[in-house]
């Protein structure tokens, strides 16, 4: 069974501070994972998608992998209250997305 | 660019009735598009899987003949859930993909309730 491992948190962080969400999967072979964020009762939203080894900037965000440790993460600079929700890590297997349970975050103003 | 829409929004039925929920790509064409439910407080898990023109691929024990899909165009796919019960009360997702990429573009979701 692949698996895809988030901490569900949640995780609170001061606004204007890094926020730092770390996900884990079982799959060796897997090559591409994404990010989306989602808020309460709202579908997800794409947030990023990684499939190289190192960081992928877009924005306030960044997302990191490594392959070799079978870890991404995604950074969020400068947060803010706006940026409260649950971010869920997703491994694509042949297109289809097996996702963590997510983590929730919290930006405190 | 790459936006789904999913009708309605939110359902209240009666238990024993049908539901139909429809997703659309408004302005790519999605070669296959996949369904999720969502329980509160719990990830994404995909039922299925369909192509257009094809059979849906269902996930290990999600229902094919509860939950019926039809994949009968590149814009639309029709879930609906046949016979529903309290316990089929959940959040329902699509997402859609272009045909050759992996990325997926969620619905809106759609919410019932099963009274």
């Known amino acids: 069974q692949k698996e895809v491992e988030q901490n569900s948190g949640p995780l609170s962080v001061p606004e204007g501070a890094i926020a730092s969400l770390n996900c884990t999967y079982s799959?060796?072979?897997?090559?591409?994972f994404f990010w989306y964020r989602q808020y309460s009762g709202k579908s997800p939203e794409l947030i990023m998608f990684i499939y190289s080894n190192g960081d992928k900037e877009d924005g306030r965000f960044t997302a990191q992998l490594n392959k070799a440790s079978q870890y991404v993460s995604l950074l969020i600079r400068d947060s803010q209250p706006s940026d409260s929700a649950t971010y869920l890590c997703?491994?694509?297997?042949?297109?289809?997305?097996?996702f963590g349970q997510g983590t929730e975050l919290s930006v405190k103003p | 660019g790459a936006v789904v829409s999913q009708h309605p929004s939110w359902v209240i039925c009666k238990s024993g009735t049908s539901v139909k929920i429809e997703c659309r790509s408004l302005?790519?064409?999605?070669?296959?598009m996949f369904w999720y439910r969502q329980f509160p407080k719990q990830s994404l898990m995909l039922m299925a899987t369909s192509n257009e023109g094809s059979k849906a691929t269902y996930e290990q024990g999600v229902e094919k003949d509860k939950f019926l899909i039809n994949h009968a165009s590149l814009t639309l796919s029709t879930l609906t859930v046949t016979s529903a019960h309290p316990e089929d009360s959940s959040f329902y997702i699509c997402?859609?993909?272009?045909?050759?990429?992996?990325?997926?573009?969620f619905g809106p979701g759609t919410r019932l309730t099963v009274l």
């Open positions: 799959d060796r072979g897997s090559q591409s």
């Open positions: 997703a491994d694509n297997q042949g297109g289809k997305l097996i």
């Open positions: 302005d790519f064409q999605a070669t296959t």
């Open positions: 997402s859609a993909s272009e045909g050759g990429r992996n990325t997926q573009y």
